[in-house]
């Protein structure tokens, strides 16, 4: 194990309270004693830590959100045999956060034979992996906590493969939209990118109530602000049609659902289809499923989709 991930251990609770708060990681308790030290140029805190089984957990102070943000990690079971492992953003969905995959999807037991390390950060109840047009509520700059912050602290304190070539971004709803905005704008810093169920177009009919149903989530998380207002040209950079060509090399997988009853998916998969034919039109391979069902995740399809991220990323021993 690592000289930072021991130092970061030191903080975890100790005792029956301490297993009891850890089942359900995002109870946000402090700690006690001293938290692990941010990585030098992440402008990252840790104000809470710990940890239960292969789970981190670790709440952040931070200038680029009002509050403090939360982040699990899942360790791989063999972590500490020496190697350097790929990593895994997953992103979470509106009215969901950090703890929506362990809660809801079995992410532990669903990955617990991969060599890979999955982080999964709070992006906001409806954040929209953005940094917003304008916020009443302080800042709310998730794409720059992401981007800017996040991926070096965790370089930095794990034993990742800190280069494009061991990185995947995969996300559901809201946070599919925010894999596929994060390769489009970031395009050097992910091999990997998977979208599950979430809006891949921002233009168009389709893409102009995308745009909408952000702006209007958004509202309550900024106190009557908005993530894009009528910005188009952090619409266009934002929008994965608009940056086909850095999706060039990677590897892409897409699911949607195909349930026209449910107002979410009926929007989500006509822009899965336009994405889908504008990779045609450049000539970029790419994995598409769709199914049929509403808004949700199908644990199955992520098990492909983990199938798919560890063939694909770089792994040294």
């Known amino acids: 194990m690592s000289l930072n991930h021991s130092i970061t251990r030191r903080g975890m609770f100790k005792g029956a309270g301490g297993i009891a708060a850890a089942?359900?990681?995002?109870?946000?308790?402090i700690l006690g004693g001293s938290a692990s030290p941010a990585h030098a140029n992440s402008g990252l805190e840790v104000v809470a830590h710990q940890t239960s089984g292969r789970m981190e957990y670790y709440r952040f102070s931070t200038s680029c959100i009002s509050w403090t943000p939360r982040v699990n990690i899942l360790l791989p079971k063999n972590y500490d045999n020496g190697c350097r492992f790929p990593v895994l953003y997953l992103l979470h969905g509106p009215s969901e956060n950090f703890s929506k995959f362990d809660r809801d999807d079995d992410i532990r037991n669903l990955a617990i034979a991969d060599d890979l390390i999955i982080v999964m950060p709070d992006g906001g109840a409806a954040g929209w992996y953005c940094n917003p047009v304008k916020s009443n509520a302080g800042p709310q700059m998730w794409e720059t906590f992401h981007i800017e912050q996040l991926i070096p602290w965790v370089d930095a304190n794990f034993r990742t493969i800190a280069q494009c070539e061991g990185r995947a971004v995969?996300?559901?709803s809201m946070g599919g939209f925010g894999a596929l905005k994060y390769t489009a704008k970031y395009s050097s810093y992910f091999a990997s990118v998977s979208c599950h169920s979430g809006p891949a177009n921002l233009r168009g009919d389709y893409g102009r109530a995308v745009v909408q149903w952000a702006n209007s989530s958004s509202?309550?998380?900024?106190?009557?602000?908005?993530v894009y207002g009528s910005d188009e040209v952090r619409i266009k950079a934002d929008n994965p049609v608009d940056c086909v060509e850095k999706f060039k090399d990677k590897r892409i997988f897409l699911f949607t659902g195909t349930d026209s009853r449910n107002s979410h998916e009926?929007?989500?998969v006509h822009t899965h289809r336009e994405f889908r034919e504008t990779l045609h039109k450049h000539g970029i391979e790419h994995e598409h499923c769709e199914d049929s069902g509403g808004h949700h995740i199908r644990k199955e399809r992520l098990r492909q989709d983990l199938d798919g991220i560890i063939g694909h990323l770089w792994r040294p021993c």
């Open 23 to 29: 089942s359900f990681l995002g109870a946000g308790a």
């Open 266 to 268: 009926r929007c989500i």
């Open 170 to 172: 995969s996300g559901f």
């Open 219 to 226: 509202s309550a998380d900024l106190a009557g602000g908005c």
